[in-house]
């Protein structure tokens, strides 16, 4: 597994939500997107790790937000059904996540993604950011790849005198 087959998998549940959200990697494309109400969900670059446990394991450390503009005539009660909305709908992409990915063992590209928890998800909300009113709900989690690295195959990578 690798930070690549990562992001396609929560690429993958985030574009099968019913609410229609737009996946990216792109802070400027999610921050000058020029629809009000349009749901973003952005993607930090995923950062990876090595753990050592009995062999050395494949971490990443996952960040994330929803992103959603607000018309600048939005009142409070429009802020507050926003971030309940991303908070609900992150809950739900996280739990699709971890359904698929580790309690079960769904595969990308014919890539098994079997991982197990490192860190469990920590949400923080920003409300009312910017001159375009802006909300967001950013998760960041850590999981491990449930595998050892494979180390059989190491031979052909290095070449010793």
Same mark, same amino acid.
């Given at each position: 597994? %690798?930070?690549?087959?990562?992001?396609?998998?929560?690429?993958?549940?985030?574009?099968? $939500?019913?609410?229609? /959200?737009?996946?990216?990697?792109?802070?400027?494309?999610?921050?000058?997107?020029?629809?009000? =109400?349009?749901?973003?969900? +952005?993607?930090?670059?995923?950062?990876?790790?090595?753990?050592?446990? =009995?062999?050395?394991?494949?971490?990443?450390?996952?960040?994330?937000? +929803?992103?959603?503009?607000?018309?600048?005539?939005?009142?409070?009660? %429009?802020?507050?059904?926003?971030?309940?909305?991303?908070?609900?709908?992150?809950?739900? /992409?996280?739990?699709?996540? $971890?359904?698929? $990915?580790? +309690?079960?063992?769904?595969?990308?590209?014919?890539?098994?993604?079997?991982?197990?928890?490192?860190? @469990?998800?920590?949400?923080?909300? =920003?409300? @009312?950011?910017?001159? %375009?009113?802006?909300?967001?709900?950013?998760?960041?989690?850590?999981?491990? =790849?449930?595998?050892?690295?494979?180390?059989?195959?190491?031979?052909?990578?290095?070449?010793?005198?």
């Amino acid at each position: 597994m %690798d930070a690549i087959t990562l992001k396609k998998a929560l690429k993958t549940i985030v574009e099968a $939500h019913a609410l229609g /959200i737009t996946f990216s990697t792109k802070v400027n494309e999610v921050r000058d997107g020029r629809e009000e =109400d349009e749901t973003w969900f +952005l993607l930090m670059p995923i950062k990876g790790f090595l753990e050592l446990d =009995d062999g050395v394991f494949q971490a990443y450390v996952v960040e994330c937000a +929803l992103y959603q503009k607000m018309s600048i005539e939005s009142d409070e009660l %429009d802020r507050d059904e926003s971030i309940s909305l991303l908070e609900s709908v992150m809950t739900q /992409i996280f739990s699709e996540f $971890h359904q698929r $990915h580790v +309690l079960g063992e769904e595969t990308i590209d014919g890539i098994n993604l079997s991982l197990e928890m490192r860190e @469990d998800p920590q949400y923080e909300v =920003d409300f @009312d950011k910017g001159p %375009d009113n802006e909300n967001l709900v950013t998760m960041t989690f850590s999981v491990t =790849d449930e595998f050892a690295v494979d180390c059989s195959t190491l031979s052909s990578v290095f070449t010793y005198a």
